[in-house]
């Protein structure tokens, strides 16, 4: 809103002409997010401890997480009240893009809310049904994909002349074109949207464990976006680089930035030992946004690179369920595989700053593909 009310005014003041860099409203909203969320959390956490929402621990898990039954939980409400007015405030609200992963992060944020409640509620770790939940994500999923992949109306024209093509890591985006039916799209994408929200869920079990990979992983996407946008001498920087091509995507580096500012206030927070957990409200809603960032940024393939962490946290559940269920034998000590590691007799922090190292190199590698083409 400040660019869309204050930019229009750069005629007759000069300073106002800076709002129009992407980079310096990049810096705008994550200043804005990071104090919004670190000046607010003392106040939020006092209010959880006395409506008593704290954390409900499994009890077959590690038994040093037993401690930290009680701890106030649902921080991410504040996480996501501190994203969206950030980006409200700097994104331009005319991109349809920055509409799209931010209505995606908001409903996916409800589900994790009800979720978090009904745990709360029960005083169990059960809280909503998992086919309810799949359900309600891939209705939210599959409805917001399908007007980026079907609609006109609103969209940029930019994202229609590419939104079908696949883009592949490692292959030029202009010498190999790969389409798909919008119908196999949809499917795909909303696949990649519930997935990544998952994923990021599961990653969810130590303090700061997610949080680090989900702000790296949206610094990459920002550089992503960005240059998916920028134009240089009148020469498109996407073209050169023989990526997709997506001038509107240059808006969801704010989105990004965003994400980055309440990651580091909700850190202070959240860093061993905890004072607040994030909860199911904030850790659908920020794997939601990854992944629709991913969508929006013709990054989906590539999401598993850079989001390997994730993937690697959701594919030991899925070979733990599996093996146990046609063997009756468990292939890790406990999944997660965060949780394999404490078992085995990490300590919590050491398994959360090498789990931040690994999704560091994987966003390294993840740029790195832009030039191996």
Same mark, same amino acid.
């Given at each position: ?129 998992? &086919? $309810?939940?799949?359900? +309600? ?5 599959? %409805?917001?994909?399908? =007007?980026?992949?079907? *609609? /006109? @109306? ?20 202009? &010498? $190999?074109?790969?389409? +798909? ?5 949809? %499917?795909?994408?909303? =696949?990649?949207?519930? *997935? /990544? @929200? ?25 550089? +992503? ?149």
């Amino acid at each position: 809103m400040i660019y869309h009310f204050l930019f229009p005014l750069a005629d007759q003041w000069g300073i106002f002409n800076v709002l129009r860099y992407v980079p310096f409203r990049v810096l705008c909203a994550t200043m804005t997010a990071l104090f919004l969320s670190f000046g607010l959390y003392p106040w939020f956490i006092r209010r959880l401890q006395s409506k008593q929402i704290g954390q409900v621990v499994r009890k077959e898990g590690p038994e040093s997480h037993l401690s930290k039954a009680g701890t106030p939980t649902m921080g991410g409400a504040l996480m996501l009240m501190a994203l969206i007015t950030s980006t409200v405030l700097w994104a331009d609200p005319r991109n349809a893009m920055v509409w799209v992963v931010t209505a995606v992060t908001s409903l996916f944020g409800v589900i994790g809310y009800i979720d978090d409640a009904a745990k709360i509620r029960r005083k169990d770790t059960g809280g909503l049904a998992g &086919r $309810y939940k799949l359900l +309600l994500q891939f209705a939210i999923a599959l %409805g917001i994909c399908g =007007f980026l992949f079907y *609609g /006109t @109306s609103g969209l940029p024209s930019d994202w229609i002349e590419t939104r079908t093509r696949l883009s592949v890591p490692f292959v030029a985006f202009s &010498r $190999y074109p790969i389409t +798909l039916p919008p119908w196999l799209y949809v %499917g795909f994408a909303a =696949f990649v949207i519930v *997935g /990544t @929200s998952n994923a990021v869920n599961l990653t969810d079990g130590l303090d700061g464990l997610a949080i680090g990979p989900v702000m790296i992983n949206a610094g990459t996407y920002a550089v +992503l976006a960005y240059l998916a946008g920028l134009t240089l001498f009148g020469e498109s920087v996407a073209s050169y680089l023989d990526i997709p091509s997506i001038e509107s995507a240059g808006e969801l580096a704010i989105f990004c930035g965003s994400i980055i500012g309440v990651g580091f206030g909700f850190l202070w927070y959240n860093t061993y030992p905890a004072q607040v957990f994030m909860g199911d409200v904030g850790s659908l809603a920020l794997g939601g946004a990854l992944g629709a960032l991913a969508v929006t940024t013709k990054n989906e393939l590539l999401s598993v690179i850079l989001g390997g962490i994730f993937v690697l946290e959701a594919v030991s559940v899925i070979v733990q369920v599996t093996s146990f269920k046609l063997t009756g034998k468990r292939v890790f000590r406990m999944a997660p595989i965060h949780h394999h590691y404490e078992k085995k007799g990490w300590p919590e922090p050491k398994v959360i700053v090498r789990f931040w190292i690994i999704s560091i190199m994987l966003a390294i590698a993840s740029l790195v593909t832009l030039k191996l083409r």
